[in-house]
């Protein structure tokens, strides 16, 4: 079954949209707090499907710019994905993904890119999982480095108009670097993260700001907050860390230097870190760390030769790939990959594989040769997954410090 989709056109449109969401989530939507999102999200960007006259899901899309290899994106930043639960499974999901994906392609968005809340949802509009990441629960006396060494740099706590200032731009030097970051606005800062209501602090004290700075250089920053506990007299306190950046390796070692010797904490709590985050060899015992790892996030070519033309690669070299794409089928056909840039090719093929696949490969986070594995890609020419490979690969995993 099909459904009327259209954006929404006023703030009460934009309300019962992210409720079909909101619901799921608890949440009691104030006109204050709806206008606020719909500032951010804005209401070209928010799809919603009828039924006789009444909303029965929504979809939203942010306008960022993705960090890619060597670069970044103009992306569809997909958000607030909902069905009333009246109205499940009856192809409400689907009418709002193809209405969504036409628009960032009519918009020229080369890249779609989301959290998931079910792994189970998204592949099938050709989503592919590009990144993993991971949560610590790490108990105080397991904070010892494996190195010893003194600080470089001083630590200082900022009130609000100083992480103000301070921070956007040590968060843009560490996305330049990052595939897999995307770009925060001033009303993304303020907002989502400058403002701090009670609501968004899970029990927990206020956000705390603090810059690493070293000869004169703001080089990293965290955000973190306190959760006091006490069991038996002695502490159970958590120190949670929300976010942690760091411009350099010794300032990502000093930053975490500083966190992990808080006093009067018992475990230090922090989600959404990469499984190759320095931390795994800064410490002396990182399997403490008790490391788990989820899918991150999920990427989509909406514009296979735009995304392909738009990152950077390794080394240099070529590689055809023959693309299959039942969801945007203008993507399907084969292309080549030479000197940084793609094209419509008629050449032979050396890898097969889905849209959806080539997503999960295009960050750098998930290699070819284990899309070979898995079934996800068939190697036409014998070596071609490993050159492609070659290609992709990238100097770290892709990071993506928030869920948007
Ligand atoms: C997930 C959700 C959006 C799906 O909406 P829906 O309108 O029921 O989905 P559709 O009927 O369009 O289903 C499209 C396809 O996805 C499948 N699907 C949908 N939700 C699924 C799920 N949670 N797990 C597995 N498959 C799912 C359907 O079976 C259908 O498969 P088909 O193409 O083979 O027929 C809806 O159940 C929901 O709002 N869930 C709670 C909130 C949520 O998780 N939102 C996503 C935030 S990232």
Known sequence: MSFNVRTVNDLDEFTSAVLAIGQYFGMTPTEERMQRFLDQITAERMHAAWENGSIVGGAGAFAFDLSVPGGDLPTAGVSVVGVYPTHRRRGV?????????????????????????EETIYGRFGYGLASFCGEIKLAHEYTSFAQPFEPEGTIRLLDRDEAREVVPPVYERVSAQWPGMFSRDELWWDQRELDDPDDRREGAGPKRWVAYERDGSADAYAAYRHKPGWDEGSTVAELRVVEALAATPTAERDLWAYLLAIDWKATVHASLLPPDHALFFLLATPRRLRYRMGDGLWVRLVDVGAALSGRKYSSDGEIVFEVSDEFCPWNEGRWKLADGAASRTE???????????????????????????????EELQDGALMRADGLFRWDRHPWCPEIF
């Not at 999901?93 to 998931?116: C, F």
């Not at 959806?356 to 070979?372: M, N, R, T």
Request: glycine share 10%; proline share 2%.
């Open 93 to 117: 999901l689907r009418s709002l993904m193809r209405a969504q994906l036409d628009s960032a392609h009519e918009r020229g968005e080369p890249l779609a890119a989301l959290w998931a809340s």
């Open 347 to 377: 050449e032979d093929a050396d890898i097969a594989l889905s849209a959806q696949a080539l997503g999960s490969a295009y960050l750098g986070g998930v290699s070819f040769a284990s899309l070979g594995r898995a079934g996800r890609a």
